[in-house]
Nanobody
Framework: QLQASGGGLVQAGGSLRLSCAAS????????IGWFRQAPGKEREFVAA???????TDYADSAKGRFTISRGNARIIYLQMNSLKPEDTALYYC?????????????????WGHGTQVTVSS
């Protein structure tokens, strides 16, 4: 019901746009979050957007560089600019019916498979 794509290998300073394709029901009822997990580290919050798209939230590491948005075709985007080697991770999108605590992993009900982002120095 969620499918993340758009990862790849990019040099530091470059950009990538991740996409999260959601089923119609999930897209229309859920807030969407992006999380990432680097090797040897715990999964962490990156960005989230409410069901309406009116409110977004970002991890400090993502502020000013990443932008989350809702597209027209049931796709949620994560535009990532000025990428750094420390952004290297497996990126996941997730959906929740909860309108609050969107930075918290355990409120999310559905998880997609990850897409790998690798940033070379």
């Amino acid at each position: 019901q969620l499918q993340a794509s758009g990862g790849g290998l990019v040099q530091a300073g470059g950009s990538l746009r991740l996409s999260c394709a959601a089923s119609g029901r999930i897209f229309s009822t859920s807030a969407i979050g992006w999380f990432r997990q680097a090797p040897g580290k715990e999964r962490e919050f990156v960005a989230a957007i409410t069901r309406s798209g009116a409110t977004t939230d970002y991890a400090d590491s993502a502020k000013g560089r990443f932008t989350i948005s809702r597209g027209n075709a049931r796709i949620i985007y994560l535009q990532m600019n000025s990428l750094k080697p420390e952004d290297t991770a497996l990126y996941y999108c997730a959906a929740t019916l909860s309108p609050v605590q969107l930075t918290t992993q355990n409120v999310y009900h559905y998880w997609g498979h990850g897409t790998q982002v690798t940033v070379s120095s």
